[in-house]
């Protein structure tokens, strides 16, 4: 039996560096956009995170995108 998988929602998740922690070592931060269009491409969403990431004060480190999809058993 084969699975449909719909797309249901789509969010940018930006992951900065905020600064140091007494160590030394690197505290991150997640900043997340929610209401991404499913239906967008991997690049413009990249794209958008780069100008986003420009407003950031803090320095960028990773961008994500999280998908969440409806599954149903097909025929």
Request: proline content about 4%; overall charge negative; charged content about 15%.
């Amino acid at each position: 039996m084969a699975v449909i998988a719909t797309p249901v929602d789509s969010s940018l998740r930006l992951m900065v560096q905020t600064g140091t922690d007494a160590s030394g070592n690197p505290v991150y931060r997640y900043r997340t956009f929610n209401r991404v269009k499913p239906q967008a491409g991997d690049q413009e969403v990249y794209d958008v995170a780069q100008v986003l990431a420009g407003l950031q004060v803090h320095t960028l480190v990773g961008i994500n995108r999280v998908n969440e999809n409806e599954l149903v058993a097909g025929a």
